[in-house]
């Protein structure tokens, strides 16, 4: 534990809302029998509201009391601007390269009103500690 302390420890989130979305898009390229190619966003969450549960940050951030265990978190949709505080502290370089790129419109496009609400209230725990919204 005293070890843990010592060390610089940052993380990466991202908008629950485009988070999503992206898993969606990644888990369809490729072949990946992940989801159903005929599924949307919405009847995943709805067939398997847990199936996302691995995206919110808050689950392996936070110790069990809910506080935050590292030093530096980075917004993913701020990261070109913010990376280079977390390189400067660990002495890494301060240019990230955009790999992995996907094709597709702005998250925003995939939701209904009703899918918007189900993703608020399974992530509202992210979407409060690090100032999420759907239009953030």
């Not at 988070?19 to 990946?32: F, M, Q």
């Not at 691995?54 to 980075?74: A, E, F, N, T």
């Not at 390189?87 to 890494?92: F, K, P």
Request: glycine share 6%; proline share 8%; with cysteine.
């Amino acid at each position: 534990p005293d070890k843990f302390r010592e060390y610089f420890k940052f993380a990466v989130v991202r908008n629950p809302f485009d988070a999503l979305v992206s898993h969606l898009s990644w888990a369809r390229e490729g072949n990946r029998p992940v989801i159903p190619a005929h599924w949307g966003l919405g009847r995943c969450l709805l067939h398997n509201p847990f199936l996302f549960r691995h995206l919110s940050p808050s689950r392996y951030l936070c110790d069990s009391k809910g506080k935050l265990m590292v030093d530096h978190v980075i917004r993913y949709e701020n990261l070109t601007e913010e990376w280079p505080v977390a390189a400067g502290q660990l002495g890494l370089p301060g240019m990230l390269p955009h790999i992995n790129k996907s094709e597709r419109g702005p998250y925003r496009d995939y939701y209904s009103p009703v899918l918007r609400l189900l993703v608020e209230r399974c992530f509202a725990r992210d979407i409060k500690r690090f100032g999420y919204s759907f239009d953030t």
